[in-house]
Structure formats: C-alpha cells, structure tokens
C-alpha cells in the first residue's frame, strides 16, 4: 500500500466532473485573464470568510506584499514576524527594502508569542533605527495565532496587522476568521495547501475598502482605479493610465475555476481533517513526545500533523522503511540562514531553534482512511530508537 503525504488525486476523482466542466467552459468563453470565474471565486472566498473584500492575485508569496506595498512600507521601517516559517514570510519585507525583525514563537502551538513580540518591538524602539510598521503573525501548520493578544499590541503601538494565513485558511478563534482581528488576511492556494489549485495562486481578503481598491491597481501594474479618476476626463482609454508602481499578479481564470469547486467540499474537507486529527492525537499518545495543542477555542485546518519526538531523524529514517513517508518543517528557521542571518532577533529565538530539531509532520489530507492512517501510526509506535 503506497501511503501520499498528500493525495490530491483522490480529491480530484472526488469532483473531477465538475473539474472537467470547470476548465471547459473557460476554454469556450476564452477571457484567460481576469475572466468571469475570478469575480466570482473571489465572491466566493469573501463569502465563506465573512470578508468584505477578496482579491486573488498569482501566488501566495505576493498575496504577502501586496498590502505592505499598499501601506508604503519601506526603507527604515521594521516588520515583526516569526522565524519559524517559510520563506515567503519574511522574504517579501526586504522586497521594500524594509527589514523584518524575528519574533520567538509559542512552544505548543508553534506559532508568534505574543510576549516576546511586545519586547522585540520595545528594543527596536528603543534602539532607534527602524520605524516599526507592520506584524505578521503566521497560522503555522493550519492553527490561528493567538490574535486576541496580537492585536492588542498593534493596537497598542499603532502597527497593521497581517495575518499570515497560508497554511491555515479556514481556521477559526472562538468562531471568528483571522480576519476578525487582523487588518488584512492573505493565503495560498498552492497545491498542497488544504485550498490549493492546479498551480499558483493566492488572495488577500480585509473589510477596508481603501486597502482593497489600492491592492487592486497594484495586482494590476498600478493601474487607475475608480477614486484615481473619479471627475477625471481622458482622451485615451484610462486602463493604460498607471498612477503607482505596481506588479502583474492575477489568477488565471482557469485556476479560479477550479477553486470554485474545490470551495464548495471545503469544509466537508476540514471536517474530515479535524476527525483524522483526533485518531493521530488518541493513538499516538504516549509514542511521541508531544502532539500537536491547538490554542483554546481554535480550530486548525490540519495543513499539516506535527509531533515532536527526541530522535526526530531517526523517526523519519524508520518510517521510511515502513513506507510512510514525513517531513521536517522547519529545521533551518529563517534567522539561522546566512542571507536573513543579517536581520534583528531581539532577545534571541531559542524556542524556534529548539523545535526545528525535534518536529516531525506525518502524513495529512482529508482522504486519509482509518485503515491507512493505522498504519502510520503503527509504524510510529514501533519505532524503538
């Protein structure tokens, strides 16, 4: 039995009639770019989030800059994020020319600690030379950040908020969507996260009409929007007016097509990764160091299922020879790479350092039968070193 990390192709059998008809009827209509399914998607995504406003745009990476862009973040200023993340997180911050400044994380549910980021932005100030600007605080592994705590320092230090919510689309605090907190909500429907496309792809959703018109000319080159040429008169077609610095980052038609279906079984999906949890979390207990906690009154997406063990590559080293397959997410914490070693960490990172040595993510979608994922945990149980 061939155990996937990820199986998408039991997902795709699952709707591959409404798939099929999805890209064939883009195909008849042609409009590629920008076309009828992206509006409607993004209506969609808005709807399902409880946002105002949701904005596709090519990948989730971008999704990350394009609000920063819109708030003028650059050279001088200081973003807060964690350091146990993926790249793109930190990445688009020196993007602007602004620096980001890592922020420790919670040893339980892996995600920013709200404490050490209220003292790592009191020793940026106190230094001087950043503007503290902007935080973004990650749902790491597909639980919410503790936004309650998080917002309340932005507030209280005058900074925006963006919540990171690639691998946690979908997740909830207390019933309430990120985006209850955070000025602005961005994800990634790259294939493998729990609302993936075919490719790439990415969205920003906020409540803050002036936000989401200023990202929609920026996913579009800076293109004029309807307050730039409001009683405005041109002798040309305004489309190729273009009022601000911007980037090429839209969704492909046919992807947004295919997001609309996958949205519809979304959450079926997540409930079936929240059950698939539950079984992890029973049989493995006593096996491993720790499962995975999930912050009082939050729900994770389950974009990934992480233990902790002592001897984690000899865990993964075993498994492999039960065919299970695992991955180390993250055992290089942004920091500790040469090209982001150069960047502030007030205080230090020694929880982040620690869990990259010891985290293990075992096999997770929601297509996971009780029969295979008892083998996985078997394998697990087995494991003697």
């Not at 963006?162 to 602005?184: E, M, R, Y």
Request: with cysteine.
């Amino acid at each position: 039995m061939t155990i996937p990390f990820i199986d998408l192709a039991t997902q795709q059998k699952r709707i591959k009639p409404q798939i099929d008809a999805a890209i064939a009827k883009v195909l008849a209509h042609g409009a590629y770019v920008m076309g009828p399914e992206v509006r409607q998607f993004e209506a969609d995504l808005a709807a399902f989030a409880g946002a105002k406003h949701a904005l596709s745009c090519a990948n989730g990476t971008e999704a990350l800059a394009l609000p920063l862009m819109a708030w003028e973040i650059g050279a001088g200023d200081a973003v807060f994020c964690p350091s146990f993340t993926f790249a793109a997180t930190g990445e688009i911050i020196p993007w602007l020319g602004a620096s980001p400044v890592f922020v420790d994380i919670l040893p339980d549910t892996y995600n920013m600690d709200p404490a050490r980021l209220e003292a790592a932005i009191k020793a940026i100030k106190a230094e001087g030379k950043l503007t503290p600007k902007a935080i973004i605080a990650v749902d790491l592994f597909g639980q919410p950040a503790d936004y309650p705590a998080i917002a309340a320092i932005a507030k209280k230090y005058g900074l925006k908020l963006i919540a990171d919510s690639a691998q946690g689309f979908g997740c909830t605090l207390n019933g309430k969507h990120p985006g209850a907190w955070a000025d602005v909500v961005t994800t990634s429907f790259f294939p493998a996260k729990p609302l993936g496309c075919y490719g790439d792809g990415g969205a920003v959703l906020t409540d803050d009409d002036w936000l989401a018109e200023r990202i929609d000319s920026l996913r579009v080159h800076g293109k004029a929007t309807a307050s730039d040429i409001a009683g405005k008169t041109f002798e040309h077609d305004p489309k190729y007016l273009n009022v601000r610095v911007g980037l090429n980052s839209r969704l492909d038609t046919i992807q947004a097509a295919i997001l609309i279906e996958k949205l519809k079984i979304f959450a079926d999906e997540l409930k079936a990764r929240d059950a698939i949890a539950k079984r992890y979390a029973a049989g493995l207990k006593g096996s491993v160091t720790t499962t995975p906690m999930v912050i009082d009154g939050g729900f994770s997406t389950w974009a990934q299922y992480t233990i902790e063990h002592p001897n984690r590559d000899g865990l993964a080293a075993h498994l492999k020879t039960q065919g299970v397959p695992s991955a180390a997410y993250y055992p290089m914490p942004m920091h500790t790479q040469e090209v982001y070693g150069v960047y502030p960490r007030p205080g230090g990172l020694p929880v982040s350092e620690a869990k990259a040595q010891t985290v293990l993510a075992l096999p997770m979608h929601p297509y996971l039968d009780v029969e295979m994922q008892g083998k996985i945990i078997d394998a697990v149980r087995s494991f003697n070193g």
